[in-house]
T-cell receptor, first 112, second 111 residues
Framework: AQRVTQPEKLLSVFKGAPVELKCNYSYSGSPELFWYVQYSRQRLQLLLRHISRESIKGFTADLNKGETSFHLKKPFAQEEDSAMYYCALSPISSGSARQLTFGSGTQLTVLP | NAGVMQNPRHLVRRRGQEARLRCSPMKGHSHVYWYRQLPEEGLKFMVYLQKENIIDESGMPKERFSAKFPKEGPSILRIQQVVRGDSAAYFC?????????FGPGTRLTVL
């Protein structure tokens, strides 16, 4: 069975400071990792996925298989980054089942 | 594209009543997923459906819960004889391939 852990429920940083949201996972097979974000009064939306290896809104995340981590980072936080962030895992398989396993989320607040 | 639609957004039921939650996937999407979020927790997978087929229902409670995705019309998550522990936010997601797009959710409150 797979599990995703986000150890910080709440995280506050000042505008312009670096931010790192932690995510650790456990899964015996090959996982695909995602970060989803939910801004206030908006629906959950995909921020980035490790397979794409892209930077979205200045955020990056590197899959570290040795440490089974997928931390989300941004060098300079902005107030508009304040939101709930969820890390999620999906098994990589050729089958059709692609259920996501979510962490419990981290509420990021960027202070002015 | 209007995105994934869910209705109602809020639903109040008394214990023992039935709850029906609807999800209309994005245009062109044939995969639908249902997730449940209890307070202070992350989303938990319930069921994965394609048109007229249940592909994976490993996250569904064994009793009172059922889901369908008919050839025509929205996907329906049905909860019979609701109990207070069913109070949660229920999210639907749809996909054409890998990326899941989420609806706004239905918040169910059981009195």
């Amino acid at each position: 069975a797979q599990r995703v852990t986000q150890p910080e429920k709440l995280l506050s940083v000042f505008k312009g400071a670096p931010v790192e949201l932690k995510c650790n996972y456990s899964y015996s097979g090959s996982p695909e990792l995602f970060w989803y974000v939910q801004y206030s009064r908006q629906r959950l939306q995909l921020l980035l996925r490790h397979i794409s290896r892209e930077s979205i809104k200045g955020f990056t995340a590197d899959l570290n298989k040795g440490e089974t981590s997928f931390h989300l980072k941004k060098p300079f936080a902005q107030e508009e980054d304040s939101a709930m962030y969820y890390c999620a895992l999906s098994p990589i398989s050729s089958g059709s089942a692609r259920q996501l396993t979510f962490g419990s989320g981290t509420q990021l607040t960027v202070l002015p | 594209n209007a995105g994934v639609m869910q209705n109602p957004r809020h639903l109040v039921r008394r214990r023992g009543q039935e709850a029906r939650l609807r999800c209309s996937p994005m245009k062109g999407h044939s995969h639908v997923y249902w997730y449940r979020q209890l307070p202070e927790e992350g989303l938990k997978f319930m069921v994965y459906l394609q048109k007229e087929n249940i592909i994976d229902e490993s996250g569904m409670p064994k009793e009172r819960f059922s889901a369908k995705f008919p050839k025509e019309g929205p996907s329906i998550l049905r909860i019979q004889q609701v109990v207070r522990g069913d109070s949660a936010a229920y999210f639907c997601a749809s996909s054409a391939a890998d990326t899941q797009y989420f609806g706004p959710g239905t918040r169910l409150t059981v009195l």
